[in-house]
């Protein structure tokens, strides 16, 4: 149990639309960064955000985009959805601090979205 | 850019012997993290072992150790006696070590099965 949770497990979205997907960090995280993992890939950094500012992103287009909240809560938000958005979206917390000092950086279990 | 390659789709294994992961990786930096994540079934991915490049010592964590070789640009996993439990995706990850502290790069992942 890492204490970070998403939402919804799975989604199946039409081409086109648009979709939300959430995240819940470890108590104490300032830090959350999310990942696209197409089937039988490695993970893909799509962007990070700390205070609620991004702070670094990946080669995703602008259609990928994200928000943090006060509470350090994040979304990730896809528009126009095309097939190839097809994958396993992970959210991932970290302390900033913590990092420098060696801390865990802890995932969820990830939201399937399908497009077809 | 960094980039991690992992050679080997898929390893196989016995129940209670040894397998070694192979990475490697390419960077300009002289102090990152290196990291070995297992992402079972479930999907979550776990944090097997860390590596923070500077120490020359390899780190090792129960059955987990690594071979840290800085100046060749690798860093295996060994598994000592094998569990059934450890049967899971494992990918070698790199991290700067500053600002982007979250911000992983993945290889494409060992598919590891233990044979009873």
């Known amino acids: 149990e890492t204490g970070v949770t998403q939402s919804p497990t799975h989604l199946i979205k039409t081409r086109g639309q648009q979709v939300t997907l959430r995240c819940s960090s470890q108590?104490?995280?300032?830090?959350v960064s999310w990942y696209q993992q197409a089937l039988g890939q490695g993970p893909q950094f799509i962007f990070q955000?700390?205070?609620?500012?991004?702070?670094g992103r990946g080669n995703f287009p602008p259609r990928f985009s994200g928000l943090q909240f006060p509470n350090y809560s994040s979304e990730l938000n896809v528009n126009a959805l095309e097939l190839d958005d097809s994958a396993l979206y992970l959210c991932?917390?970290?302390?900033?601090?913590?990092?420098?000092?060696?801390?865990?950086?802890?995932f969820g279990e990830g939201s399937w979205l399908t497009v077809v | 850019a960094q980039t991690v390659t992992q050679s080997q789709p898929e390893m196989s294994v016995q129940e209670a012997e040894t397998v070694t992961l192979s990475c490697t990786y390419d960077?300009?930096?002289?102090?990152?993290?290196l990291f070995w994540y297992k992402q079972p079934p479930s999907r979550q991915m776990i944090l097997v072992i860390r590596?923070?490049?500077?120490?020359?010592q390899n780190a090792t964590e129960n059955r987990f150790s690594v071979n840290f070789q800085k100046a060749a640009k690798s860093f295996s996993l060994k598994i000592s006696d094998s569990q059934l439990g450890d049967a899971a995706m494992y990918f070698c990850?790199?991290?700067?070590?500053?600002?982007?502290?979250?911000?992983?790069?993945f290889g494409e992942g060992t598919q590891l099965t233990v044979n009873p």
């Open positions: 991932a917390s970290s302390s900033r601090q913590g990092f420098y000092s060696g801390n865990t950086i802890y």
């Open positions: 990850a790199y991290s700067k070590k500053e600002t982007s502290g979250s911000r992983l790069t």
């Open positions: 590596q923070e490049a500077y120490k020359q």
């Open positions: 108590s104490g995280h300032n830090t």
């Open positions: 955000y700390y205070r609620e500012e991004e702070n």
């Open positions: 960077t300009s930096e002289s102090d990152y993290y």
